[in-house]
């Protein structure tokens, strides 16, 4: 199986780099970008073949390491191993 | 008094922490390497400054799932005293071993400079030789010192005195200009409900001895000693 898991900052947080990126592409001539929140993409590729047991562990994995809740959400989807990431 | 300091692949700041509980303070210091378990005997763990494992993926996010770690947090829940210093601080929010989270600072930019910083709860075990109200001056170096916290957590951490420092102007204000990353409240330092884990972003270890500018940061070092 492979995944792609999206991290992504709860809404209410602050986002300084977001912020930042959305000035210059402002002054870089884009006009109407009126936010940018930056986030983290992850690609994963598992032994597993049940979808269900995947969708465990991708869970715990989100959970315990690549997010951290206090401040960001995820979600990840699930596809089959032939498919290109 | 019998000191550990924590060394992860990338702390930087290990060596400096070591020097100023044994050659300052002359007490009992020693490495803790970090793929190890913690023996008995120690009375405080220092978690030091630097960029534990590069700081990927998060500040301070993969030392906590170092081995020594688990047995950080036994030492902690047993009463032991525990103190994180910049990175050390973003690992013990990370192991959540305090509430909250780090953020990269509001500028975005690394900033290392003198701080004036104010002791707002004297009564834990490493500030109990400061007055409250104290100004400090002490220096800061960090990207992701911006603190975090939720309104019901900020109300908590305020309800029980949590909050151990605040960023404030030389004169002791606390407002917006004295705030040099954006921390939430000019939160510079917390504990947990019990006093005994002290997590900081300013750096007392570089600030212990009159020849590095000024000896404001031994007493959180010294209060532990009687």
Known sequence: MKAKVYVTLKEGVLDPQG???RHALNNIGFQGVNE?????YFEIRLDDQ??????????RICHEM???PVIENYRFEILPEKVDL | MKYGVVVFPGSNWDHDCYHVVKHVLRESVEYLWHEKEITNGFDCLVLPGGFSYGDYLRAGALAMFSKIMRSVKDFADRGGLVVGICNGFQILLEAGLLPGAMQRNKTLKFISKFTPVKVVNNAIPFTRKYQAGEVLNIPIAHAEGNYFASD??????????????????????IDGASN???S??????????KGN????????ERCAELILGNDHGLRVFSSLSS
Not at chain 1, 50 to 59: H, I, N, R, T
Not at chain 2, 184 to 193: L, M, P, T, Y
Not at chain 2, 197 to 204: A, D, Q, S
Request: glycine fraction near 10%; include cysteine; proline fraction near 6%.
């Open chain 1, 66 to 68: 690549l997010s951290n």
């Open chain 1, 50 to 59: 049940d979808q269900e047991a995947a969708s465990e562990k991708l869970k």
């Open chain 2, 184 to 193: 939430i409240d000019n939160i510079a330092g917390i504990c947990n409900e």
């Open chain 1, 36 to 40: 940018v929140r930056m986030g983290k």
């Open chain 2, 152 to 173: 019901e957590t900020l109300k908590r951490l305020r309800d029980n005195g949590q909050i151990v420092f605040q960023y404030c102007s030389p004169e002791g204000e």
């Open chain 2, 180 to 182: 040099p990353n954006g």
């Open chain 1, 19 to 21: 912020k930042t990126i």
């Open chain 2, 197 to 204: 884990v002290l997590g900081m972003m300013p750096h007392p």
